[in-house]
């Protein structure tokens, strides 16, 4: 009989703490400490945790702090934001509990929620404000309270009882905008895991998807996942094969696992689609000249993109690359020649393909002419060219550098 009293007088004193700090949220001014200090031994009490008023009037709480802050903005006062917003993403937790316990059967069996319509009208109400907490947290850099706002503007967006009030096409715009924002914001939070998850989520949603392909082909990168990143990369050009990202980077991934046919035979179609892009013609040439070493069709390329985009000194120096390299090898070659006319034949051809190589490397000099790389070229071709004067200058320029 004492225990039994005892749990009675427990629960009777923390069903009057929750009264108590219902009241006190209702006050003129309320001192929303106190009221959340009361009520917080109910919440966690066995005789009053699983009652839905005690997580409702929890919740109130926390939304009449929200609540006050916001009508000063509404007044065109300055509201105090982030006790605005904590207010605000604390609530919802509490109300979501609420809605569950107010959807149970009574001790006849009957479900008679008191809670649930007022729950429904104010996450309503509030929706857009966690819209609106994440841009204030975004635009302040604080990347995972922008992008924990925009998780509950979603999850409320997703709950039955909220969906089916709303328009669907408002749903639909907002919502898809938003997933996207939360995966960008999700980048800048240093987990690729996290950004990854929230990507996968927003790619299968037409706003923005191309974007939300190149972000989440970027964190698969950092995690040097590559079966991912080629997944992404292909479907991403099967969505969007006229942006020429998703082309490239999977032109250079199948370079780099030495699946050269594949690169070809995309560039080949991206060529047809787009045949005055000098990108693509440059990457045809790479896949030629690193992939297949066929260096002839590598020069074909590289000379259409020359021709496309003549004052750009990568497809100058691609050219003068091949003619170079070429001639590196010759030289290598005749070195192993005991026949002296032989060796000869090999060194003059060595130095045709050095003379080939000259105007190319000369005209990116001129346009970077602090580039260590061309200077270099230079200085080789020079040297084998006997072409003193000009080796000369050029090498004292990179010593004085």
């Not at 225990?3 to 009057?16: E, I, N, S, Y």
């Not at 032109?251 to 030495?258: A, D, G, S, V």
Request: proline share 3%.
């Amino acid at each position: 009989m004492i225990g039994l009293c005892m749990a009675v007088t427990t629960a009777f004193a923390q069903k009057k703490a929750v009264s108590e700090a219902e009241r006190i949220s209702k006050d003129p001014k309320p001192d929303f400490n106190e009221a959340r200090t009361l009520v917080k031994g109910a919440l966690e009490n066995p005789e009053t945790m699983n009652d839905a008023k005690t997580w409702y009037i929890a919740a109130q709480i926390e939304d009449a702090q929200f609540t006050v802050e916001n009508t000063k903005q509404i007044l065109g006062q300055q509201p105090n934001e982030p006790v605005m917003y904590d207010a605000l993403q604390n609530s919802l937790p509490y109300f979501l509990k609420a809605y569950e316990l107010d959807q149970l059967p009574n001790e006849k069996g009957k479900v008679k929620p008191k809670y649930t319509k007022n729950i429904k009208n104010t996450l309503n109400a509030n929706h857009v404000y966690y819209m609106n907490g994440g841009i204030f947290y975004f635009e302040k850099g604080e990347y995972k309270k922008a992008c924990d706002f925009w998780e509950q503007y979603l999850q409320i967006a997703d709950l039955p009882f909220i969906t089916e009030e709303k328009a669907t096409t408002e749903r639909d715009s907002t919502y898809m905008s938003i997933q996207f924002y939360l995966s960008v914001a999700a980048t800048q939070v240093n987990d690729s895991e996290y950004a990854i998850k929230n990507l996968e989520r927003a790619k299968t949603t037409p706003y923005r998807q191309s974007d939300v392909y190149q972000y989440l082909y970027g964190e698969y990168q950092i995690l040097k996942d590559t079966a991912s990143m080629q997944r992404t990369l292909e479907e991403g050009y099967m969505l969007f094969p006229d942006t020429n990202v998703f082309v490239l980077n999977l032109i250079n991934l199948y370079i780099y696992q030495n699946e050269n046919e594949k690169a070809v035979d995309l560039l080949t179609k991206a060529i047809d689609k787009d045949p005055n892009n000098a990108d693509l013609y440059q990457a045809m040439g790479s896949v030629y000249e690193s992939g297949l070493k066929n260096y002839d069709k590598a020069e074909i390329y590289y000379k259409r993109a020359a021709e496309l985009d003549n004052e750009n000194t990568i497809m100058l120096s691609n050219i003068g690359r091949i003619y170079y390299n070429q001639a590196v090898n010759k030289l290598g070659e005749a070195s192993l020649i005991s026949d002296a006319v032989k060796y000869n034949e090999e060194r003059g051809l060595a130095k045709d393909l050095f003379r080939k190589a000259l105007p190319y490397f000369q005209k990116a000099h001129e346009k970077e002419p602090e580039s260590i790389e061309y200077m270099t070229a230079l200085r080789g071709i020079y040297y084998n060219l006997d072409m003193g004067k000009e080796f000369d200058e050029i090498d004292a320029k990179m010593n004085n550098e």
